[in-house]
């Protein structure tokens, strides 16, 4: 298994979270994104830099992500590749992405977006707080101890 990481707008709190992970349960977490990311020294801990482009780190985390990885991102068209492909994409606010929600999460963000377009004020989502931190955590710490207790991914 194998964590991947949108890192282009990742929480640096939630990079710092997984890096624990990372070296506590010795899993490999790779950071993707179009500049440079400092990762701590670790032989767990990568950072892959992809050309600048606007999906460039999200087809690149699509090309390499197996079944059973978790994909951290809060982009939601990129959750929904890494579904396609097996894989476990969790947003940094702790909430899984699912074959089950998915499809609705992509029409909202398609009306936000037409929204927005007719220049509608549609704010942006809530300021990123400790709870969001906590239930990121929560969500992680569950689904990796699910895994040690069963051998697979949810």
Known sequence: MHIWVDADA????IKDILFRVADRLQLNVTLVAN?????????????????????????EIVARVSPGDIVVTGDIPLASLVLEKGGLPLNPRGEWYTKDTIAQQLTM????EELRGSG???GGPAA???????NFANALDRELARRRNHSGPR
Request: aromatic share 6%.
């Open 35 to 59: 500049q440079l990311m400092r990762v701590p020294g670790s032989r767990f801990i990568r950072a892959l830099q992809v050309p600048a482009g606007a999906d460039a780190a999200d087809a």
């Open 109 to 112: 963000r398609a009306f936000m």
């Open 10 to 13: 990742c929480p640096s709190v």
């Open 128 to 134: 990123f707080s400790q709870a969001d931190r906590q």
């Open 120 to 122: 509608v004020d549609t």
